[in-house]
């Protein structure tokens, strides 16, 4: 795919101290969109997004004093690999695309 993007963390539930854990999404835009998305509702919810035949991800929304935060959690059930990132603000998520 011309423009796969790869999500790369590290899994706040291993029990490494820096273990990486990742995922690709079809296209980095979509994917921008999808998450910003997520910040326009209020509520804690959730939006779940199957990658590809494999992967599923969950993005997690939370208001934590006052502040909506984004958890990532993705599972891929081939090789059994599931993780969570660490909580994300709006602003850092933008800042991580390049949105500034």
């Given at each position: 795919?011309?423009?796969l993007f790869s999500w790369v963390y590290s899994?706040?539930?291993?029990?490494?101290k820096h273990e990486e854990k990742s995922f690709n999404f079809p296209n980095e835009e979509t994917l921008f969109n999808i998450?910003?998305?997520g910040f326009?509702?209020?509520d804690n919810h959730q939006i779940i997004?199957?990658?590809?035949?494999?992967?599923v991800v969950k993005f997690e929304y939370k208001k934590i004093k006052?502040?909506?935060?984004?958890?990532?959690?993705?599972?891929?059930?081939?090789s059994n690999t599931a993780g969570k990132s660490t909580s994300l603000s709006r602003k850092q998520l933008t800042a991580l695309?390049?949105?500034q």
């Open positions: 795919m011309e423009n899994d706040i539930n291993s029990g490494a998450i910003m998305d326009e509702n209020a997004v199957q990658t590809d035949q494999d992967t006052g502040e909506i935060l984004l958890n990532i959690n993705h599972n891929n059930i081939v695309f390049g949105k």
